[in-house]
């Protein structure tokens, strides 16, 4: 089901070009009025209905410090771009009774779900143009290209639908903190007495706890404190776990006898990376690079399979 | 601010014990009441003012293969249970019209978005207090807990509320598959011709990339295939790549030194792993066992907490 799905919706990004945007009336916006209004005019004709105001008004509300900001804004928010593929996969989808769908963003090296929105029609047409997480604003009826103001994008390497068609992930990396308070996610409020202060997956959270052990200062140090404080005993423990789990392999010593040695292997590692300040997500990043293609790569394959 | 919403809310969970349920009149069913309807006395008054249909009507709509199951079903649902506590935080979660929040079922090794749903009041105090993950069922009027009818609960360990808290955040370890057609997630469709058949994040992409190339039949093999039908020259490289993660720390290579020589250290012990089919997944499970609590231990230590 999932392969004959992927095959009849898959979009060739050959075919959503630049060139391509929408050139229709509804979408050849002059340049003042894209900038000082949310909406596109069909959306912005319906708000005007709604709201009483026009673009004009809303302009002459926006006090002059705000205008620049405004106006950049608008600038960096992606566009819709409409090619038959894309129309397609629009077609596909459930969409809710108000036209849209469940959208979240997942950071792609560590899983890190970074904040939930909603999209329509055109949020997940410009995400797949722009490779920018794009939503729609429920509260001001527009589009809302994640870091259009924070200039923290959110770039999006694949996008995923569930099963029922009603819900999408925009799996991409992030330019830097999501939530506008300055965390990475936007959830950090855990309804426990989390010790994790954001919502954060075994890996990242033994990271986590590393990193506490790094700095902590007590009577009895913990076994992490002794290993950071002694690059001899830190890197002894390294090799010697790394030959452990060679020899798990090389003496049939079973799986489970693998599953611990990895463990101890990542752990005494992690530790190594926390002395020097480096971060999974820097390790992972570069495993991406490596073994899976990033945005730009893939978009030059899919031209390249385009074109041949 | 998180701090103080954290310290105002966070919840002791000796006081969700199992003796505290609701035994007011409204959630007091009969057993035969309880097993072929889908919603609670209140919600279920409402449906059939809704609908036109009692329960006497959907029980004898029910064949005798389906009503073994419904009754299954509904005994394995988590129930809600109010406390002072639990009430505080609902009241401080943004509903929608329809009283809901988007719910979003996450794995707490992998990083995975398993499944999103929905929940009202009583789905998230049925999972704060069942820890399984448990909707609110939209086409159903009804709470769902995930697995009642499949037994792939969803083990919660977590809850984390969004900065807006109207967004949520089940962090949990799945019995099984999630996705109702058997895949491990229900976001297994790309928009575009990706390779990875789920939405996968870098450590599980480049898990699937090896599994894959283990199994090429190709004219020129992968590093990987040759590591993997050559496991002298595989530990013989997992060896030399943990000395030389520890040289980098010894001989001050600097941090992007570090960097690259974890990857190769990851990369190849991953490659090991799979030689001995160990999934990553477990791995990290065996690390949430060393290095963090889990649900149980962690219910556990917060029982402690209560009494000193």
């Known amino acids: 089901m999932a392969v004959s799905w992927n095959a009849a919706l898959a979009l060739n990004v050959s075919q959503l070009g630049g ?42 509300s926006v006090s002059d410090s705000r205008k620049s900001v405004v106006a950049a804004a608008t600038l960096a928010r992606a566009e819709p771009v409409s090619t038959p593929e894309v129309e397609a996969l629009l077609d596909s989808i459930k969409w809710d009774s108000k036209g849209l769908v469940v959208a979240i963003a997942q950071h792609i090296d560590t899983g890190a779900i970074l904040m939930q929105g909603f999209s329509n029609r055109d949020a997940i047409s410009a995400t797949l143009a722009s490779r920018r997480a794009t939503f729609f604003s429920r509260s001001r009826s527009c589009l809302w290209t994640k870091g259009e103001t924070s200039e923290n994008f959110i770039n999006v390497v694949d996008v995923y639908l569930d099963c029922d068609r009603d819900s999408i992930i925009y799996l991409g990396k992030p330019d830097g903190p999501t939530c506008h308070t300055g965390a990475e996610t936007c959830y950090f409020t855990s309804a426990f007495e989390s010790s994790n202060p954001e919502a954060l997956t075994t890996l990242y959270s033994l990271e986590s706890t590393i990193a506490s052990r790094k700095v902590e200062v007590t009577p009895k140090p913990s076994w992490t404190k002794k290993l950071v404080e002694n690059p001899k005993l830190l890197c002894s423990k390294i090799r010697e776990e790394a030959d452990e789990l060679c020899r798990s392999l090389e003496d049939n010593e079973g799986r489970e006898r693998t599953i611990s040695e990895m463990a101890d292997v990542l752990y005494h590692s992690m530790v190594l990376c926390s002395v020097q300040d480096v971060k999974m997500e820097e390790v992972l990043a570069v495993l991406r690079g490596r073994f899976s293609k990033s945005g730009v790569e893939e978009k030059a394959s899919r031209n390249v399979k385009a074109q041949t």
Request: charged fraction near 15%; proline fraction near 2%; include cysteine.
């Open 19 to 60: 060139a391509q945007r929408l050139a229709s009336s509804g979408r050849a916006q002059s340049a003042s009025s894209t900038i000082f209004c949310c909406a596109g005019p069909t959306e912005r004709r319906a708000s005007i209905v709604r709201s009483g105001v026009s673009c004009s008004h809303e302009l002459a």
